[in-house]
């Protein structure tokens, strides 16, 4: 059973919490504080630009003395992270994940985002569906008996 995209989809739901290019990155970690995200999707007038991660903010604004209150998310996104479908499998993008050394994929239909997968939606998809494996065998032999 091959668990894709659009599953963990519906088990986390599609909410994707938004910027614009403009704010500030201490306004950006302010919001991934209280919504306790660590990445915020950076548009402009509906359109994908990029994500901005909490390790973004560590490498491209504290290690090069950058002010978080002067510094606009837009100079320190992401925004060359590979995009998944919905029909992508999980294997896909725990192999896109770990071959490019990233924690988040953006999710596309068509040219319109539709959500955001981190690496622990991969790995807890991952596992559930382990779980559910296990389970069905425990069945299958108990039936067996």
Request: with cysteine; charged share 25%.
């Amino acid at each position: 059973m091959n668990k894709k995209v659009a599953d963990i989809l519906l088990r986390k739901g599609t909410n994707i919490t938004t910027v614009g290019p403009q704010t500030s990155v201490l306004e950006a970690l302010r919001i991934m504080a209280e919504q306790n995200i660590g990445s915020v999707v950076v548009m402009d007038d509906g359109r994908y630009l990029g994500i901005v991660t909490e390790r973004d903010y560590s490498r491209k604004v504290v290690l090069r003395g950058k002010s978080s209150t002067d510094t606009p998310v837009s100079e320190i996104m992401s925004s060359d992270l590979p995009p998944v479908r919905p029909h992508d499998t999980v294997d896909f993008c725990m192999q896109l994940l770990s071959d490019k050394h990233i924690r988040y994929l953006p999710v596309f239909e068509g040219d319109h985002m539709v959500g955001i997968l981190s690496i622990n939606d991969v790995v807890k998809e991952t596992i559930l569906s382990q779980e559910e494996t296990i389970t069905q065998l425990k069945d299958y032999l108990h039936s067996s008996l």
